[in-house]
């Protein structure tokens, strides 16, 4: 009994360890990219979908790394009626909008809460709250850290749109 009571503190503290590693490092052994794990998890199909209308799939499966604040279904499902079909007949505009989410680099949410602001791929920044939650843009974070192979996904409550 003692023997597996080492073994298994052993085993704890192992695994306790590599995830601090992981945490402090970055990397990451997810063999799904963004967009492979976004439509894998069955929450995000409207927006696998508008990645799709904007021509985004092969940048969002490229190497990257990217940081992307995903809005869920229910993120998309907030929009006037209309919306989101407008917007997948108009590619470009849903481009600049997507873009807004996605940010170069890898941000697991310590770095996110880190910082006042964080520039997007679009070429706006996002602003960064953390006084009630954490907000990004005025978007609720739902869940962080959710790894990929090219980066890492933040679920947000709400789509966020850049200014102008």
Not at 110 to 133: E, F, M, R
Request: no cysteine; charged share 15%; proline share 4%.
């Amino acid at each position: 009994m003692k023997k597996l009571t080492i073994l298994t503190l052993t085993v704890l503290l192992i695994t306790l360890t590599a995830g601090s590693v992981v945490a402090d490092n970055h990397p990451t052994t997810a063999k799904k990219d963004i967009v492979d794990t976004a439509g894998a998890a069955g929450t995000f199909e409207t927006l696998v979908a508008a990645v799709q209308a904007a021509g985004l799939v092969d940048t969002l499966k490229g190497d990257g790394p990217f940081t992307v604040f995903a809005p869920n279904d229910e993120a998309f499902a907030k929009l006037p009626a209309g919306t989101v079909e407008s917007l997948l007949e108009n590619p470009e505009q849903l481009a600049t909008i997507l873009t807004y989410h996605v940010v170069a680099g890898q941000k697991v949410a310590a770095d996110v809460v880190s910082a006042s602001s964080l520039p997007t791929v679009q070429g706006q920044s996002l602003t960064i709250d953390t006084t009630d939650g954490v907000s990004i843009g005025g978007a609720k974070v739902l869940a962080t850290d959710v790894m990929t192979s090219n980066g890492v996904i933040h679920v947000i409550d709400q789509v966020i749109q850049p200014e102008g």
